[in-house]
């Protein structure tokens, strides 16, 4: 039974005149500033909510972006992610709600609905090819605004264990000892672990141009400013920025700043992925981000646990490691590269420990081989590649094991080597060691203009091993 026409046009001037309306927003108050927390009461939202903190009296400050991170006693715990100068005791503290559906009329707004209305929502879409954008989403490579882009949730969750599909197909990165020592897989996480200053920037930006992949997602997450233009004109180049997306959240950033950034290109990387592509995603460094982590936590008074690090810390780096890997039924992949600093070198950094445990292998840098100029400084013996079997064949594994035994042998005689003290003939491995020694730096060193295909590792690897069994009689020989 139709309505008659009456009730259409009353319904219509009603719907217009909602549409005009102004809808009546509660706003609390700002009682407390102390560090990096702001506290307001007369408001109840979720955490994760975002707000504008502004002066109500026209005075300088503000309006200040801020998110819910915490709730205690009839107060909001608020970190900002811009500068707080001018901001005073009563400032105005309004729910920040996000245009994003349109409204459904006749139906209630349910609550949950409107929660989610106000959670942070950044630009995704095949508009960010090419381009440069903050923590927020914003162009900083003044190229004018994104186009061809929508407003997406950054905070998902990581998809059933059982959907994904499993790694089986190896992924060619350009570096000969990675292609051919420690084989990464499509859709693999992988971590990238060295002290500052060993050259782990320089390896990222390697796999950067030479890694085979529909998109690369770059995510320089509390590191230095002047990085990113470097990373950008000397590593990226202009035909690698074409298919690749950066986001910047360098370390003078407030620290909820710079982990949305991690969680951004983590959404961004996501965002390709399910529609299909092969992407290689890049962040320095995931130390950062649990530092920024770290003092978020800190600052709403969550207890220190392991080395100033709260529990909560701990919790947040699997939930970020875990959105990326291989899609579901083939469809896309994310194959990641974490840089994680290990602070004064030491590879039991609690951080380095527990991204050790959350990831599909590591790559260590060490001090040693790059104060030798050996670069890159990888240390083959301390790194390992957890989907290598599933994705070599059984004769490249057995050649890549013999030849991390012979380097093995030389490096734990290393000391005697240097003094004099080894007598040859004491042991056969190290005695080979020795002689190929010049054969093998020259297989693991690589400069940073080079590529080297999968393929072409492969044959290296070989043929090095090859020389390796043809040299036993010469290396007896020599030391008789």
């Not at 407390?32 to 009461?41: F, I, W």
């Not at 978020?296 to 220190?304: D, K, S, T």
């Not at 290396?475 to 008789?480: D, L, P, R, V, W």
Request: neutral net charge; hydrophobic residues 40%; proline residues 6%.
């Amino acid at each position: 039974m139709s309505l008659p026409a009456r009730w259409h046009a009353l319904f219509d001037d009603h719907r217009r005149m909602l549409e005009a309306s102004s809808p009546i927003e509660a706003h609390g108050r700002l009682v407390r500033a102390a560090g990096l927390v702001l506290e307001s009461s007369g408001l109840s939202l979720p955490v994760g909510s975002l707000c504008n903190v502004s002066q109500c009296d026209g005075s300088p400050g503000g309006p200040v972006e801020a998110e819910v991170v915490g709730f205690a006693e009839g107060r909001l715990f608020l970190m900002p992610t811009g500068e707080t100068l001018g901001l005073s005791p009563g400032a105005r503290v309004t729910p920040l709600a996000l245009p994003l559906r349109a409204p459904r009329l006749g139906r209630p707004s349910h609550p949950l609905r409107r929660a989610a209305d106000r959670m942070r929502h950044l630009p995704l879409g095949d508009g960010l090819l090419g381009r440069v954008v903050d923590a927020a989403g914003e162009p900083l490579d003044r190229r004018g605004p994104l186009l061809d882009v929508r407003a997406g949730a950054v905070n998902a969750r990581p998809m059933n264990a059982m959907d994904r599909e499993p790694i089986r197909e190896p992924l060619d990165t350009g570096v000969r000892a990675i292609n051919a020592m420690l084989t990464v897989g499509r859709g693999q996480r992988l971590g990238l672990f060295a002290g500052a200053g060993v050259g782990k920037s320089v390896l990222l930006g390697m796999m950067a141009r030479y890694t085979s992949a529909d998109v690369i997602v770059v995510g320089l997450v509390g590191e230095r400013g002047r990085e990113v233009k470097e990373f950008i004109d000397g590593i990226l180049g202009e035909e690698g920025l074409r298919r690749a997306v950066v986001v910047a959240a360098p370390s003078d950033a407030p620290p909820l700043a710079r982990m949305q950034g991690a969680v951004y290109a983590t959404a961004v990387a996501e965002h390709f992925r399910d529609r299909g592509k092969h992407v290689l995603l890049l962040m320095d460094s995931l130390t950062r981000y649990a530092m920024a982590a770290r003092e978020v936590a800190l600052a709403i008074g969550e207890p220190p646990a392991t080395k100033g690090y709260p529990p909560s810390v701990f919790a947040r780096l699997p939930s970020l490691i875990e959105r990326t890997g291989n899609g579901a039924n083939g469809c896309g992949s994310i194959t990641a590269f974490y840089t994680v600093l290990a602070e004064g070198d030491d590879q039991q950094d609690p951080v380095a420990d527990a991204a050790r445990s959350y990831l599909d292998g590591h790559v260590v840098l060490t001090r040693v081989l790059a104060d030798a100029g050996h670069y890159p400084a990888i240390d083959i013996e301390q790194s390992i590649s957890r989907v290598m079997n599933n994705v070599t064949d059984a004769a490249q594994m057995t050649q890549a094991r013999r030849l991390k035994s012979l380097w093995s042998h030389y490096q734990r005689s290393r000391d005697l080597i240097a003094v004099g003290a080894y007598v040859a003939g004491s042991d056969p491995d190290t005695d080979l060691a020795i002689a190929l020694l010049p054969q093998i730096s020259r297989f693991l060193r690589q400069d940073i203009g080079e590529r080297c295909d999968i393929d072409a590792s492969r044959q290296a690897l070989a043929r090095l091993v090859a020389n390796a069994g043809t040299g036993a009689g010469a290396a007896k020989g020599t030391h008789a």
